[in-house]
């Protein structure tokens, strides 16, 4: 019985973030005017269509043990350089093949990342802020003018509609989290990954081939940036060299939020949905409530500060809930030993 009140224990700790949602979304609907209506419902997924796919990419380095800032400029680069790439070369060139291209940017960029820091050892940290600052300086350098009169192909991912006037962008973020919990809790690659994160030595020791799947892990989240890229080009009509400003950060919050650490070997992609609803949620009701944009940074910073928080709180309830659990199990054997010994 205690068994089943430890794994209830877990189960709540680990999906806190849909009780909070719950809380959010009823406060909400009794003080928020429009808030509870079914336009509104879909205008929240699609604007954090983009975001949910950063979230995504960077809860899969997290779980791997990393971190990767330079997502929020890859969503611009990736795409940007693909349609002046494409331009160069030939104005009929395909939208697949803009698509393709913008993916495989991504993936490059995604690759790169991978490589210095599991060969030369560098910190995910400072590796991935640097990428950052020079993909965001190629962009404003290359980009200085938005870029327009796109391809309807290559922007139909991000602004066309399907039944019930839901966006596409709504129902390709969906189904990419879908593929990833697949991924993640039914693959091989999902539990080396896992491991990976929780810990590399015994992992190594094992037989995983760490630093592939941490090269992997990067690879995916470059390849989910631009991704992200597509649907922003998409919903703005247009390629701006600010795309993605400040998302990186909120990307991190968003799956901290949904339970992925930073210690790493944690986290699930149905709390990084979690994360990412929450995130739009907050961003809805502040719109829908005028608030000051000044006072939106600042509360935006503060729910950071939470996911933080948050974060260090479940991990030492996680580690009492357990301690208490191995406490109990080593008293009964030592009771059972006096017994026998009696």
């Known amino acids: 019985m205690s068994g089943v009140k430890r794994e209830l224990q877990l189960i709540v700790l680990d999906n806190l973030i849909w009780v909070m949602i719950i809380f959010l979304v009823f406060i909400n609907s009794i003080f928020v005017q429009n808030f509870f209506t079914y336009h509104n419902i879909i205008n929240i997924f699609y604007h954090s269509s983009s975001l949910g796919l950063l979230v995504l990419a960077q ?53 790169i990342n991978g490589m210095l820091i599991t060969k030369l050892k560098m910190n995910p940290l400072l590796e991935t802020l640097s990428a950052n600052i020079i993909l965001r300086g190629l962009v404003l350098f290359l980009i200085p003018f938005s870029i327009t009169k796109l391809s309807p192909g290559y922007t139909f991912a991000g602004s066309a509609k399907t039944f019930g006037n839901v966006q596409v962008a709504v129902l390709i973020m969906f189904c990419i989290f879908l593929i990833f919990m697949f991924i993640m809790h039914r693959t091989r ?125 479940k991990t030492n309830i996680r580690i009492s809930i357990l301690e208490k659990e191995k406490l109990k199990i080593l008293t009964e054997k030592m009771q059972k030993s006096i017994r026998h010994g009696m």
Do not use: W
């Open 59 to 111: 809860g899969i380095v997290l779980i791997a043990g990393k971190l990767d800032l330079s997502i929020e400029s890859t969503l611009a680069f990736a795409p940007g350089i693909a349609i002046l790439l494409c331009r160069a070369l030939s104005p009929e060139i395909s939208p697949v093949i803009q698509i393709a291209i913008t993916l495989i940017i991504g993936m490059i960029i995604g690759l």
């Open 189 to 313: 690659f999902g539990r080396f990954l896992i491991a990976t994160g929780g810990n590399p030595r015994a992992s190594y020791i094992a037989g995983i081939n760490v630093n592939k799947m941490i090269i992997y892990s990067f690879i995916i989240s470059g390849v989910l940036a631009a991704s992200a890229g597509i649907l922003t080009t998409g919903r703005q009509g247009l390629i701006s060299n600010q795309m993605g400003a400040n998302l990186g950060i909120m990307s991190l919050a968003g799956a901290i939020l949904g339970g992925v650490t930073f210690e790493g070997g944690r986290g699930t992609v149905f709390g990084m949905l979690g994360g990412v609803v929450l995130l739009g949620l907050f961003d809805n009701f502040l719109n829908l409530l005028a608030v000051n944009v000044f006072l939106i940074a600042m509360i935006k910073g503060t729910l950071i500060l939470f996911a933080i928080i948050m974060d260090s709180v």
